[in-house]
């Protein structure tokens, strides 16, 4: 007799993860990989980081639980964050630390919303918002946010057909596309919200990475959004799985007893290390001009069939390619090109139902070395095609 199966395991599949799994078997079996499937800087935390991590080994303490919002040491040192980065006075006791920002949205959903709500989400966008609310059986508006309409979802027509979601959730910079809103759109989305008693989460995992001047955060505008931030991407931790959130303060109370009972705490040690990132701007604001020139790199020399539509990436490090000259089966084909090159890239269906099979996103959140290299496999490759 068959066993019963909850609705989750309909979950897709993370495509972008299911990549880089077949590219790292590729690669113990002694496959020479290019990784441009995942968003994860090639350098390391700051060595002081690593040295906070190290000292903390030698207390007895550091080994044990944090209270479930985290070490009040580290919520005061991103409290000051705010302050520094943004001009933002913050009370850390709004803060959560949480494995990952990953697990802050797993917070933000149950907390604020219930089975059936809708959020509203722009496409394409990071497929992990999409899957992780099926399998929470909250519904996915869908947002079209296309080339067209320079990127943004269009929030007046979801008034005009009576529309309106129980939440929005938006990235800047996002990903895939690297867009990055401009602080009157960001001011112009909060009110939008405010003013119909919408939730809005944002994501702002991407702060710190931008081309041009540095983003506002959406606390400048409202203290009703949730806002998720992370130490993987700007702070270079992906593997410490630290993230943060700060909460509106109806919601603290519940996402405490949600993290107590999710995961008791974040991982002690790694809080610990991480209060140091918070005196490392310098060394990590030194990354930033690498995935400029990475991404300028993929503009210049890949090739012409990959640069079709592109979105603009004025932040974040990925490159949201229009492929349609070459494909309408997106991860046919990035499963091709790995087998061919080795070069590891993230289908377009990941962010995107629609549109997606014919985009595919490239990370280029590596070393100089390895985008060259993937360049000159990709331009092989298509002459290889004969194209
Ligand atoms: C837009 C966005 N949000 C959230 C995450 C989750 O990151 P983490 O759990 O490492 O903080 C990612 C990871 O790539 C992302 O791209």
Redesign the pocket.
């Known amino acids: 007799m068959a066993l019963k199966v909850s609705q989750a395991s309909e979950i897709p599949a993370f495509l972008?993860m299911q990549v880089m799994k077949r590219a790292k078997e590729m690669q113990a079996a002694g496959g020479d990989l290019v990784h441009l499937e995942?968003?994860?800087p090639s350098t390391p935390p700051p060595a002081t980081v690593s040295n906070a991590l190290q000292a903390s080994l030698k207390h007895v303490a550091s080994h044990g639980y944090s209270v479930g919002l985290g070490l009040p040491e580290l919520r005061q040192r991103i409290g000051q964050h705010y302050q520094d980065w943004y001009q933002l006075p913050l009370d850390w006791q709004r803060i959560a630390v949480?494995?990952?920002?990953?697990?802050?949205?797993a917070i933000a959903f149950l907390s604020a919303f219930d089975k059936g709500d809708r959020i509203a989400i722009a496409t394409p966008?990071?497929p992990?918002?999409f899957n992780l609310m099926l399998a929470l059986g909250i519904k996915p508006q869908l947002l079209p946010a296309r080339a067209a309409q320079n990127w943004m979802p269009d929030l007046e027509s979801l008034v005009a057909t009576d529309n309106i979601p129980d939440g929005l959730l938006l990235?800047s910079p996002?990903?895939?596309t690297g867009v990055v809103m401009c602080d009157d759109e960001l001011e112009a989305v909060c009110r939008w919200c405010d003013k119909h008693g919408v939730r809005l989460i944002m994501?702002e995992?991407?702060h710190g990475l931008t081309f041009g001047k540095r983003t506002k955060s959406a606390l400048a505008y409202t203290d009703n959004a949730i806002i998720?931030?992370?130490?993987?991407?700007y702070f270079c931790m992906?593997g410490w799985?630290?993230?943060w959130m700060v909460l509106p303060e109806d919601l603290a109370p519940t996402a405490e007893m949600l993290a107590q009972n999710m995961y008791i705490s974040a991982a002690t040690i790694n809080q610990l290390g991480a209060i140091a990132a918070f005196d490392c701007y310098d060394e990590l604001d030194a990354h930033i001009p690498r995935y400029e020139e990475n991404r300028d790199l993929l503009y210049r020399c890949l090739p012409a069939e990959f640069l079709g539509n592109h979105a603009p990436s004025d932040g974040?490090f990925?490159l949201y390619a229009d492929v349609s000259a070459l494909t309408n089966d997106s991860i046919a084909f990035a499963d091709r090109i790995l087998t061919d090159t080795g070069v590891a890239m993230t289908p377009g269906v990941d962010f995107d139902a629609v549109d997606g099979p014919s985009h595919m996103r490239l990370s280029y959140a590596g070393s100089t070395q390895d985008v060259k290299k993937a360049i000159q496999r990709l331009n092989d490759w298509l002459a290889g095609q004969g194209r």
């Open positions: 972008a995942v968003g994860q949480t494995p990952g920002s990953s697990l802050g949205f966008g990071y992990a918002y990235a996002a990903n895939p994501d995992i991407y998720i931030n992370s130490f993987s991407k992906t799985r630290l993230g974040a990925y």
